[in-house]
């Protein structure tokens, strides 16, 4: 069983950046036993709406249309750690933002493809 935990995020101001972590740990981690980390985020009333995913192994991340060219997903192997690197943010980014493990292929997109979950962290961006 694995387990995710995120750390990061906060209040911002629009155009400013922020960094999240995702680490994960459990005791039968290994490099098969997760196939994607994705970011959802959600914010009240709604459903959680991924905007990145990244293979574990290899391949090719997503990006929603709405981050696209302004977030960065990357991962750190050895520290069994995704970083989502927020860049030139706005308000409509505010949510709270969770991690996932998507344990088969292909890279889902949805929420139900993803489980387990870290238990999120709150962005606030505003004046």
């Known amino acids: 069983q694995i387990q995710l935990a995120e750390s990061g995020g906060g209040l911002a101001r629009p155009g400013d950046s922020l960094r999240l972590d995702c680490t994960v740990s459990?005791?039968?981690?290994?490099?098969?036993?997760?196939?994607?980390i994705g970011w959802f985020r959600q914010v009240p009333g709604k459903e959680r709406v991924l905007v990145a995913a990244?293979?574990?192994?290899?391949?090719?991340?997503y990006y929603s249309d709405s981050v696209q060219d302004r977030f960065t997903i990357s991962k750190d192997n050895a520290e069994n750690t995704v970083v989502l690197q927020m860049n030139h943010l706005k308000p409509e980014d505010t949510a709270v933002y969770y991690c996932?493990?998507?344990?088969?292929?292909?890279?889902?997109?949805?929420?139900?493809?993803?489980?387990?979950w870290g238990r999120g962290t709150q962005v606030t961006v505003s004046l």
């Open positions: 996932a493990a998507d344990r088969l292929p292909p890279m889902g997109r949805r929420a139900a493809d993803y489980q387990p």
């Open positions: 459990g005791r039968t981690l290994d490099q098969y036993s997760v196939f994607a």
């Open positions: 990244i293979p574990w192994r290899t391949g090719s991340s």
